[in-house]
């Protein structure tokens, strides 16, 4: 089972920036996928990007599309979302989660089988 630590977020103007980074063990970071998720009260998590650690092909609902970048560092084993443009609606809890690269990009929770801590994002002015 995979271990997930996440940290970043926190609070944010609209228009703003934050970066949440998620490390990972003992996995290395070619033999998963990598999805982050946001989840408001009363709701369930959902995805809003994903990336393959073997070629770090990347996946972004349009929600996030051309504001949100994932990336990896495979030297620290992290994971990073990096998070521009913020506005209201991206306020959250978000979850970095892992599943085996095979199951490739689609963003259904219930392939993931190991969780970071999860993290809030706050875009108020």
């Known amino acids: 089972q995979a271990h997930l630590e996440q940290s970043g977020g926190g609070l944010a103007q609209p228009g703003g920036s934050l970066t949440l980074s998620c490390v990972i063990t003992?996995?290395?970071?070619?033999?998963?996928?990598i999805g982050w998720f946001r989840q408001i009260p009363g709701k369930e998590r959902v995805g809003i990007s994903c990336i393959t650690g073997n070629d770090n092909k990347s996946y972004y609902t349009d929600s996030v599309k051309g504001r949100f970048t994932v990336s990896t560092d495979k030297t620290k084993n992290t994971v990073h979302l990096q998070m521009n443009s913020l506005q209201p609606e991206d306020t959250g809890v978000y979850y970095c989660a892992t599943k085996s690269v095979i199951f490739g990009l689609r963003l259904l929770a219930a392939e993931f089988g190991a969780w970071g801590q999860g993290t809030q994002v706050t875009v108020s002015s």
């Open positions: 003992p996995y290395r970071l070619h033999e998963l996928s």
